[in-house]
C-alpha cells in the first residue's frame, strides 16, 4: 500500500522524501517534478525566500531509464541555501551562534520546546516549518502519475484570502495552467484583483493574511474508502491529510459547514436514472453538495475539498506577546523571513495530499504489481459494476 515519509529542515542541507508502494513501469519525468515543485512557489504575497529559492531535485532510487522499478523511490530537493547555514545547521557537535527563546504565539515553538526538552526554538522550527511541503507535493507528483494511469485528475484554486472571496467559479482540468498563471492562483479575475489588494494592504502595515483554497479531484471512481471501520472513510482519511498541512485550521467536504444550516430536504443529492438507464447509462445526481463522497465512500461524483488556512504568525511589524524561556520575562516574539500569505502555496500542496489517500485507496482496491495490473484491475471492476459504474455523475 503507498506511503511516504519525510526528512529534512528547512535550513538544512535538503529535504528527502521516500515513497513505498508504487507499482513498476510508472512514468516519471525528473522536469515534470521540477515543475511541479515550482508551482509550490507561486502567488503573490510570498516572501523573499521564493524568489530566489530554487527546488533541485535527484532521483536517489526506484527510477530508472524514466520508469519505476517496483521498489521505494527516493527524491532529493537540495536547499540552494545551504552554504550559508552550514555552521548554524551542522549534524557535527557544536553550539549554535544564538539561541532563540523567545517562542512565536501560534506556531509550533513553545509547545515543541517543552515536548522535546530544547532550550532552543531553533531545534522545533526548522523542522515544523512549511518548506517541508515540498517533500509533499514532489511525493503527490507520484500520487497524481499513478492515479493519472486511472483518469484522475486534481487540480486547486483560491476562493478565498482575508475578505475577498471568489463568486465560486470551480475550474476543470482543462483550466489549471489559467489558475496557475493568476498571481492568487483564483479563477475569478475580479476576487482575484481584490486579493492582490488585500494582500498589498496587509504588507503596508506588516501584518498576514489567512485564506480558504478547494481542491477538486475529477475521475475518482465509485467505490474508494468504506463505510465499515471509523479508520476507512475516506472524508476522514482526506480531512486527517489537509488538516496535517501547516496552519491549516479547518477543512470541508463538499458543501461542509453550510449544510449545518439547511433542511434535509435541500442538502443531500437526488437520485435519478441517467436517459440512457435501459442501456446501461446508469444513474445521475441532480447535484453534488456530498462533495463526492457519502458515508465515507467515493461516489463518482467529483471530491471537493475547502482548506482553510489561519494567517501566518510571523509577523513583520505588529507585535506578538511573548515569554523569553531563558530569563522568565515578557518580551515580544522573535522574527523569521515570513511571507505576507501563503494561500496560493496551500492549493497546490492540498492537491498533493488528496492525490497522496487517493493513490494510496487505488492502491489498496486495485493493488497490482505493475501500472498494466493496477489499469487492469480497474477496468476488470468498471466492467463488474456495469451500469452502475457512472451512479453518480451529476446531471
Request: charged share 25%; proline share 5%.
Amino acid at each position: 500500500m503507498l506511503r511516504f515519509l519525510t526528512a529534512g529542515e528547512s535550513h538544512g542541507p535538503s529535504l528527502v522524501v521516500v515513497v513505498e508502494g508504487l507499482p513498476s513501469g510508472l512514468a516519471v519525468d525528473a522536469d515534470e517534478l521540477g515543475a511541479e515543485l515550482a508551482r509550490r512557489r507561486l502567488g503573490f504575497g510570498r516572501g523573499p525566500r521564493m524568489r530566489f529559492e530554487r527546488d533541485q531535485v535527484r532521483l536517489l532510487g526506484g527510477v530508472r531509464h524514466g520508469r519505476t522499478l517496483g521498489s521505494p523511490v527516493a527524491v532529493e530537493i537540495a536547499n540552494t541555501e545551504w552554504p550559508k547555514w552550514e555552521g548554524e545547521m551542522a549534524a557535527a557537535p557544536g553550539v549554535p551562534s544564538q539561541r532563540l527563546t523567545a517562542p512565536r504565539p501560534g506556531h509550533a515553538d513553545l509547545a515543541g520546546m517543552l515536548k522535546y526538552s530544547f532550550d532552543d526554538a531553533r531545534d522545533v522550527l526548522e523542522r515544523a516549518s512549511a518548506r517541508e511541503t515540498a517533500a509533499r507535493v514532489a511525493a503527490g507528483y507520484l500520487a497524481k502519475a499513478l492515479l493519472a494511469t486511472l483518469g484522475v485528475e486534481v487540480v486547486s484554486h483560491v476562493v478565498r484570502i482575508g475578505d475577498a472571496a471568489s463568486s465560486g467559479v470551480r475550474p476543470g482540468p482543462a483550466d489549471l495552467a489559467a489558475v496557475d498563471a493568476s498571481e492568487v492562483r483564483c479563477l475569478d479575475a475580479a476576487a482575484a484583483e481584490a486579493m492582490v489588494a488585500e494582500i498589498r494592504a496587509a504588507a503596508k502595515v506588516g501584518d498576514s493574511l489567512g485564506g480558504v483554497a478547494e481542491v477538486i479531484a475529477y475521475g475518482v471512481p465509485v467505490g474508494l474508502g468504506s463505510y465499515v471501520h471509523w479508520d476507512r472513510k475516506l472524508d476522514g482519511l482526506l480531512a486527517g491529510a489537509l488538516m496535517s498541512i501547516q496552519a491549516v485550521k479547518a477543512v470541508e467536504i463538499g458543501d461542509g459547514a453550510a449544510q449545518a444550516a439547511q433542511r434535509g430536504s435541500v442538502a443531500h443529492d437526488a437520485i435519478a436514472a441517467a436517459p440512457d438507464h435501459a442501456r446501461g447509462g446508469g444513474f445521475e445526481r441532480r447535484s453534488d453538495h456530498a462533495g463526492g463522497l457519502e458515508g465515507g465512500v467515493s461516489s463518482g461524483a467529483p471530491i471537493v475539498a475547502r482548506v482553510s488556512m489561519k494567517p501566518l504568525a510571523t509577523l513583520n511589524r505588529p507585535v506578538l506577546e511573548t515569554v523569553d524561556l531563558a530569563t522568565g520575562e515578557s518580551t515580544v516574539s522573535f522574527k523569521e523571513r515570513t511571507d505576507v500569505t501563503a494561500v496560493p502555496a496551500l492549493g497546490v500542496v492540498a492537491e498533493a495530499m488528496v492525490a497522496l489517500v487517493l493513490a494510496r485507496e487505488a492502491q489498496r482496491k486495485f493493488g497490482g504489481d505493475t501500472v498494466e495490473e493496477f489499469t487492469r484491475n480497474l477496468e476488470g471492476y468498471l466492467a463488474g459494476l456495469g451500469s452502475h459504474a457512472s451512479a453518480a455523475r451529476p446531471a
